[in-house]
């Protein structure tokens, strides 16, 4: 069967990742769902599958639509989050405009929280919750002999009108066994890291799942950790330092969760002497200084760090695993380094009651002094647990993201956690960190110190602009994704 695997548009996301004003220019990074699907059908299928990145290559959705007329698929697959449900759907129903007999089949985070609502949509044919390369092969596999779906393990399909869900499909253990991403297929230098040294950067996942148990993440299957062999990890890094690729994130939800497999990745690099940039997220409790240094020595050039609390109410609140003493001692030992660091937190969590506890949060980053900082407003997500906590609360409408996730539309505004201050106020105390934060000699000297050429240099200067001028209530932004790091 031919597929085609698209990376929607982003014309009708429902918020910005940051504020407006600190998203002066946003990272381009590969989408690595689509692309570990398309490997995986390479070389385990007969079937064909081309990948159209929208958002790195600017497709609307009217050039969307002469596309899909074009490559006449038998199959779309569509990715997505459900802040980006609005462009997802319209996908959609441009592939059945183009022709309704292209099956339209959804995979992603969206699809993993909202399985049977993803069904709700006449355009959607099927959905693949979870990891999907086993289970979307199956899928074209199925099609193209015209089986029964229902016999495919970890779908959800129409039967009788109706959404139904097929027994689960078992997590896959051995992730060595799952072929790496082929980039060459799309334009490696499409993509960048706006934090990065390089101009051409990728995003690369060495492990999947999380043991730890944050109330507000809502990461699929958090809690079954499962890591690549730092062979194969650095056999893929190879692989992009080959297509010219000079800088690597890696996007696993927390890289260190095994202290022995990171030292095993760092010896490896230092043994193959490859010589390319990475970086990674972080329990920042779990760092050693001795691995610091192995680190640093294998290219490690920035950690990030999910803080997200100005104390220890708070983090014992949101269920970190941490104490304020843990974090400080965590950047001393960052401080030693050459490592630079990034920072992550949360403005309006329940035990900030007052705009004096937010305030404490703000100095709290501050005396971190971390290289880059990111502040977000609380948004408590469907299927996390501070979403039920709110709902006993009060707090927040169980409805509101139900009546956006049946009937998405472009416009939809998050519920920020109010139980203390209102949007309003949360709203000002978020610009207020990111002045306070940014707008510092030490802080500003140090960006000058890192300026590498006029293009660096008109970019930090515009970036600075933006955050030193006044903002507008639109541009406060509403949620972070970032706040689920470490």
């Known amino acids: 069967m031919k597929v085609l695997l698209i990376n929607p548009p982003r014309a009708n996301s429902i918020y910005s990742e940051v504020p407006t004003p600190v998203n002066a220019e946003i990272n381009s990074m590969p989408p690595l769902g689509l692309l570990y699907l398309e490997s995986y059908l390479h070389h385990h299928t007969e079937h064909t599958a081309k990948i159209v990145d929208c958002q790195a290559d600017h497709i609307h959705h009217e050039a969307l639509e002469k596309i899909i007329a074009s490559e006449q698929p038998d199959v779309v697959g569509v990715t997505g989050h459900t802040h980006d449900l609005v462009d997802i759907l319209l996908v959609s129903q441009t592939a059945k405009r183009v022709s309704k007999d292209i099956q339209v089949w959804w995979g992603g985070p969206h699809v993993t929280s909202f399985p049977l609502e993803s069904l709700h949509f006449p355009e959607v044919d099927g959905a693949v919750p979870n ?289 203390h201050l209102n949007e309003s106020e949360l709203s000002e105390l978020l610009e207020i960190a990111f002045k306070r934060f940014y707008i510092r000699p030490k802080q500003m000297f140090r960006k000058l110190l890192e300026v590498r050429n006029i293009q660096d240099f008109a970019r930090k200067l515009k970036a600075g602009w933006n955050i030193a001028r006044p903002w507008k209530d639109e541009e406060r932004g509403s949620g972070s994704e970032a706040v689920k790091v470490g």
């Not at 950790?225 to 330092?241: H, L, Y």
């Not at 004096?356 to 290289?371: G, N, S």
């Not at 990111?374 to 996390?384: E, H, K, Q, R, S």
Request: aromatic share 8%; hydrophobic share 35%; glycine share 8%.
């Open 131 to 419: 990891e999907g390369e086993v289970v979307f092969a199956n899928v074209l596999n199925t099609l193209a002999t015209g089986g029964d779906l229902g016999a495919v393990n970890g779908v959800v399909y129409r039967k009788d009108g109706k959404a139904t869900r097929t027994r689960p499909q078992p997590t896959i253990e051995d992730l060595d066994s799952i072929p790496h991403p082929r980039r060459q297929i799309l334009n490696v230098h499409s993509y960048y890291y706006v934090l990065g040294h390089e101009v051409t950067a990728t995003s690369l996942i060495s492990s999947r799942g999380c043991p730890y148990n944050c109330n507000f993440c809502n990461t699929p299957g958090r809690k079954t950790f499962r890591g690549r062999s730092p062979a194969n990890v650095v056999d893929e890094m190879e692989a992009c330092s080959a297509l010219g690729i000079k800088e690597i994130y890696f996007i696993d939800d927390t890289f260190n969760v095994d202290r022995h497999r990171v030292q095993g990745i760092c010896e490896e690099i230092l043994r193959r002497g490859l010589k390319v940039r990475w970086n990674f997220r972080a329990r920042v409790n779990l760092l050693r200084p001795e691995l610091l240094d192995l680190l640093e020595r294998a290219g490690c050039t920035r950690i990030h760090v999910g803080v997200e609390a100005g104390n220890d109410e708070g983090m014992r609140g949101l269920r970190k695993q941490l104490t304020v003493e843990k974090v400080r001692h965590g950047f001393e030992m960052l401080k030693k380094t050459k490592i630079a660091t990034v920072c992550y937190f949360m403005i309006g969590c329940p035990h900030e009651r007052t705009r004096e506890d937010v305030l404490e949060t703000i100095q709290f980053a501050i005396d971190l002094d971390p290289d880059y900082v990111l502040f977000g407003l609380m948004v408590p997500y469907p299927d996390t647990d501070i979403f039920a906590e709110g709902i006993k609360k009060g707090i927040v409408d169980p409805d509101h993201w139900r009546s956006f996730i049946l009937n998405p539309r472009p416009g939809f505004k998050p519920q920020v956690w109010t139980e």
